[in-house]
């Protein structure tokens, strides 16, 4: 995001005037739908970035930390978890070996702290835990998948709360479609000789387009 505003200065000639008012929707965007205080912290524990030229420490990050300290660690490892925060962040040589820092450049951060992070066992839990969740959008596709379908010609005149009242039950009805066939399968014996047969593959697009609850959506405007 900072090399985004760097850019956009750039493109407005360095003109103040021009390029401020555009900062200002970029950092409301930024802090209010995509940055998360624990995206700063996933900055900070990604080792690569620590070690590179380019690491600034600001408040963000701190602020990101903090969150972390507050939300997900227990209050009875908070004080070695700081200390370790502390470790991390001098770059100790008993953590950042010739291994380690090989290894900046070759794995991803999550695979970095699970081989070289045993030195710090508390941070490195967290740091994992972090940077293993993936970034995707997939969502908000659901969501607008799930709207769409409800948007039809029958249905563009509805007000919007019926509307989210529509994507509510159908969202739900496939949420108990799947989790009833997921407790059937549960129940059904495991075949030793079947287990190398690969699963029937799920088209998850063909899923969402599906018009299964089009008798539904239907039943809730005749009524």
Same mark, same amino acid.
């Given at each position: 995001? !900072?090399?985004? $505003?760097?850019?956009?200065?750039?493109?407005?000639?360095?003109?103040?005037?021009?390029?401020?008012?555009?900062?200002? =929707?970029? %950092?409301?965007?930024?802090?209010? %739908?995509?940055?998360?205080p624990?995206?700063?912290?996933? /900055?900070?524990?990604?080792?690569?970035?620590?070690?590179?030229?380019?690491? @600034? !420490?600001?408040?963000?990050?701190?602020?990101?930390?903090? #969150?972390?300290?507050? %939300? =997900?660690?227990?209050i !009875?490892?908070?004080?070695? #978890?700081? $200390?370790?925060?502390? =470790?991390?962040?001098?770059?100790?040589?008993?953590? #950042?070996?010739?291994?380690?820092?090989?290894?900046?450049?070759?794995?991803?951060?999550?695979?970095?702290?699970? #081989?070289?992070?045993?030195? =710090?066992?508390?941070?490195?839990?967290?740091?994992?835990?972090?940077?293993?969740?993936?970034?995707?959008?997939?969502?908000?596709?659901r969501?607008?998948?799930?709207?769409?379908?409800?948007? /039809?010609?029958?249905?563009?005149?509805? /007000?919007?709360?019926m509307?989210?009242?529509?994507?509510?039950?159908?969202?739900?009805?496939?949420?108990?479609?799947?989790?009833?066939?997921?407790?059937?399968?549960?129940?059904?014996?495991?075949?030793?000789? @079947?287990?190398?047969?690969?699963?029937?593959?799920?088209?998850?697009?063909?899923?969402?387009e599906?018009?299964?609850?089009?008798?539904?959506?239907? @039943?809730?405007?005749?009524?």
């Amino acid at each position: 995001m !900072e090399m985004a $505003k760097e850019a956009i200065k750039q493109q407005c000639a360095s003109n103040q005037d021009k390029y401020m008012q555009i900062w200002e =929707l970029v %950092n409301c965007r930024c802090t209010e %739908n995509i940055i998360h205080p624990i995206h700063a912290a996933a /900055t900070f524990l990604n080792p690569s970035y620590l070690c590179s030229e380019k690491f @600034k !420490e600001n408040s963000e990050i701190k602020d990101g930390i903090s #969150f972390i300290l507050e %939300n =997900l660690v227990a209050i !009875e490892e908070r004080e070695d #978890f700081m $200390k370790q925060v502390q =470790l991390y962040r001098n770059k100790v040589p008993s953590l #950042f070996t010739v291994t380690a820092k090989t290894m900046l450049k070759t794995s991803h951060p999550r695979i970095w702290w699970d #081989f070289c992070g045993d030195r =710090l066992p508390i941070l490195q839990r967290y740091a994992i835990r972090i940077l293993s969740q993936p970034c995707s959008s997939s969502s908000c596709k659901r969501n607008w998948n799930a709207f769409e379908e409800a948007q /039809t010609k029958k249905t563009n005149m509805l /007000t919007s709360e019926m509307l989210d009242n529509m994507v509510y039950v159908r969202l739900n009805s496939v949420m108990m479609e799947k989790f009833n066939t997921g407790e059937s399968l549960d129940l059904e014996p495991i075949y030793l000789d @079947k287990l190398n047969e690969l699963p029937e593959y799920v088209d998850h697009e063909q899923f969402w387009e599906d018009d299964a609850f089009s008798g539904v959506v239907e @039943k809730v405007i005749d009524g």
